[in-house]
């Protein structure tokens, strides 16, 4: 069984440039959920995705917006980048999107913002 | 008021006992509750799901669920160095979004040796 992927690692960017995250997700999983984790904080609902539409987000601006394949892979855009935007980027993977399907995160992408 | 509120911590216990963690949510009418381990630089690793009222043990892992009270503890029996990591404590609130998980600030168990 694969695990949720995602890439790259580490990300530096100015502010003001635009960024693409991209994930995989686990085998068998259809669903696509994606966080940011602040230092020092649990991790924020950005959005999910789930038969390539946007099923539910969270309290971000339109400047992040995001896609999901056929594949169910999914990518993560953020532009005019922002010094807060400093943060852990988080993808998980579900089957569906019930209640009960637990999530599996992937390890992440470290961005930085200077 | 946070959604999910946990205790920041650092909790710290020796080495073979138990470290008990708790969390408490706002929304009563929440039915999903996970438990996460995180250690320092990595990502969120499921440990525990609950939906029902009551105790679900998992080899040294316990989790607990009182609807009631909203609040749901995580038991970590014989505890170990290894344990030592945060743990984060998520609460799905939305029926037809398992993906958007309200997930408190964690709290960071150090177990001595």
């Known amino acids: 069984e694969t695990g949720v992927t995602q890439s790259p690692t580490h990300l530096i960017k100015t502010r003001g440039q635009q960024v693409t995250l991209r994930c995989s997700s686990q085998?068998?999983?259809?669903?696509v959920s994606w966080y940011q984790q602040a230092l020092g904080q649990g991790p924020q609902f950005i959005f999910q995705?789930?038969?390539?539409?946007?099923?539910g987000r969270g309290n971000f601006p339109p400047r992040f917006s995001g896609l999901q394949f056929p594949n169910y892979s999914s990518e993560l855009n953020v532009n005019a980048l922002e010094l807060d935007d400093s943060a852990l980027y988080l993808c998980?993977?579900?089957?569906?999107?019930?209640?009960?399907?637990?999530?599996?995160f992937g390890n992440g992408t470290r961005l930085t913002v200077t | 008021q946070k959604e999910v509120e946990q205790n920041s911590g650092p909790l710290s216990v020796p080495e073979g006992a138990i470290a008990s963690l708790n969390c408490t949510y706002s929304?009563?009418?929440?039915?999903?509750f996970f438990w996460y381990r995180q250690y320092s630089g990595k990502s969120p690793e499921l440990i525990m799901f609950?939906?029902?009222?009551g105790d679900k043990e998992d080899g040294r892992f316990t989790a607990q669920l009182n609807k009631a009270s909203q609040y749901v503890s995580l038991l970590i029996r014989d505890s170990q160095p290894s344990d030592s990591a945060t743990y984060l404590c998520?609460?799905?609130?939305?029926?037809?979004?398992?993906?958007?998980?309200?997930f408190g600030q964690g709290t960071e168990l150090s177990v001595k040796p």
């Open positions: 085998s068998g999983h259809n669903t």
């Open positions: 998980a993977s579900s089957y569906g999107t019930g209640q009960y399907s637990p999530l599996h």
């Open positions: 609950i939906y029902s009222n």
């Open positions: 995705y789930y038969r390539e539409e946007e099923n």
């Open positions: 998520a609460v799905n609130m939305i029926a037809n979004q398992g993906g958007k998980l309200i």
């Open positions: 929304d009563r009418g929440s039915q999903s």
